[in-house]
T-cell receptor, first 113, second 115 residues
Framework: DQQVKQNSPSLSVQEGRISILNCDYT??????FLWYKKYPAEGPTFLIS?????DKNEDGRFTVFLNKSAKHLSLHIVPSQPGDSAVYFC????????????FGDGTTLTVKP | DTGVSQDPRHKITKRGQNVTFRCDPI?????LYWYRQTLGQGPEFLTY????????KSRLLSDRFSAERPKGSFSTLEIQRTEQGDSAMYLC?????????????FGPGTRLTVT
């Protein structure tokens, strides 16, 4: 069973518009959630995180929203830039000091100039 | 360059051969993780170390897989008697323990192709 799901394999947006990437999870024990960005031929790069005690965390153009009751999180990128084109993974941890994380299968974002 | 490094970047081997990959974490990080990623999927957790101690292993890590981190610095991942299903990207990551242990820094990966 896949505990972290990213149901949209791909997303295409126009430069300057908002990109919204979604992630759903099933395990209520998850307590921390992260987004990673991955360019081809590189490893994933940590982008932003949120703990379950918050419903929003913002870092520059990136904002993550968490809806615990719906077991849903989303990443908003505003405004989108062509350099944001990458694969975005969400990941979940049961606690900040745990060793094992669970990743979704990723969403490929394409930002068109 | 103070990031996570992995060697080799690519490895092509024949079925049945043994392969070994190396990961050098960020020097001040005492946690080290191994993941496997296949096409179209996210990274799957294999195992992690805190210093030299291997604290958790996934059921994905069969008897043919072994990981070591003998001095708490670099780590090796060995696959014995490789199978075609082992073809994947093997990612290494490191982090500091504590409240921000989830902020993992990944290396570029080793792409394994088993023919």
């Amino acid at each position: 069973d896949q505990q972290v799901k990213q149901n949209s394999p791909s997303l295409s947006v126009q430069e300057g518009r908002i990109s919204i990437l979604n992630c759903d999870y099933t395990n209520s024990m998850f307590d921390y959630f992260l987004w990673y960005k991955k360019y081809p031929a590189e490893g994933p790069t940590f982008l932003i995180s949120i703990s379950s005690i918050k419903d929003k965390n913002e870092d520059g153009r990136f904002t993550v929203f968490l809806n615990k009751s719906a077991k849903h999180l989303s990443l908003h990128i505003v405004p989108s830039q062509p350099g944001d084109s990458a694969v975005y993974f969400c990941a979940a941890w049961p606690e900040p000091n745990a060793g094992k994380s669970t990743f979704g299968d990723g969403t490929t974002l394409t930002v068109k100039p | 360059d103070t990031g996570v490094s992995q060697d080799p970047r690519h490895k092509i081997t024949k079925r049945g051969q043994n392969v070994t990959f190396r990961c050098d974490p960020i020097s001040e990080h005492n946690r080290l993780y191994w993941y496997r990623q296949t096409l179209g999927q996210g990274p799957e957790f294999l195992t992690y170390f805190q210093n030299e101690a291997q604290l958790e292993k996934s059921r994905l890590l069969s008897d043919r897989f072994s990981a070591e981190r003998p001095k708490g610095s670099f780590s090796t991942l060995e696959i014995q008697r490789t199978e075609q299903g082992d073809s994947a990207m093997y990612l290494c990551a490191s982090s500091s323990p504590g409240t921000r242990a989830y902020e993992q820094y990944f290396g570029p990966g080793t792409r394994l192709t088993v023919t």
